[in-house]
């Protein structure tokens, strides 16, 4: 039987956009902020659009706003290896996104102007997936969705509630590429920790 839903005599479900899809067409020519002027392209996010767990990063870098696609290069394949090592799934069993969609000049800061204009485009994207389990790449993440200035080293290590579920704050992972062993464990203890979360929100079904 097709799985696809006929909505009229040519017409079938496969032809028409999920509301994520639209909300990231509509990202694809967005204008308002400045971050627009210096990007290559619009990094809105990649992977299953009913994902249990959501990789949340600060910002496309040169790399994601190259290929158009988030946490590409050396960063994206150490998430790619955590998840295959620690919850044996790979990144299209996740969804990946960023606090903003477009590369901030010479990788600095979003600024506060340019988060509030990109918000509703991420808070699209965590209504419409849904998440049970967020998992905070990096400080500048963490400390903005958890409303908090307290730094990444104090946060990561438990868990909040967030959304519909709960966060995770880990470290970021070109941090761990540069710091050796120790935030290489943290973050392993990190991705156990969302794991374990996992099969609790599966479990609360
Ligand atoms: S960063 Fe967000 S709000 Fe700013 S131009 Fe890009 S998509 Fe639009």
């Known amino acids: 039987m097709p799985s696809e839903r006929r909505l009229g005599p040519s017409l079938t479900s496969a032809d028409v956009p999920t509301p994520l899809e639209l909300v990231a067409t509509e990202a694809s020519t967005c204008t308002r902020c400045a971050l627009s002027q210096g990007r290559t392209q619009v990094v809105f996010g990649m992977g299953d659009p009913v994902a249990d767990l959501m990789f949340i990063g600060e910002g496309p870098g040169e790399q994601e706003d190259r290929q158009g696609l988030p946490f590409v290069g050396r960063s994206g394949q150490l998430l790619d290896r955590l998840l295959l090592e620690e919850l044996g799934i790979t990144r299209e069993q996740v969804y990946i996104a960023n606090v903003v969609k477009c590369r901030p000049p010479g990788n600095r800061d979003p600024k506060p102007e340019e988060i509030d204009a990109c918000r509703p485009y991420l808070q699209q994207q965590l209504d419409l997936i849904h998440p049970a ?15 908090t200035k307290e730094g990444i080293t104090r946060l990561r290590g438990r868990s909040y509630p967030f959304a519909h579920g709960v966060l995770i704050p880990t470290l970021h992972p070109a941090a761990a590429l540069r710091g050796g ?5 943290q973050m392993r203890a990190d991705f156990v920790r969302a794991k374990l979360a996992l099969i609790d929100a599966r479990a609360a079904r």
Do not use: H, I, K, Y
């Open 181 to 185: 062993a120790e935030p290489m464990g």
């Open 133 to 147: 389990v967020v998992v905070t790449l990096g400080r500048f993440a963490a400390q903005w969705l958890l409303e």
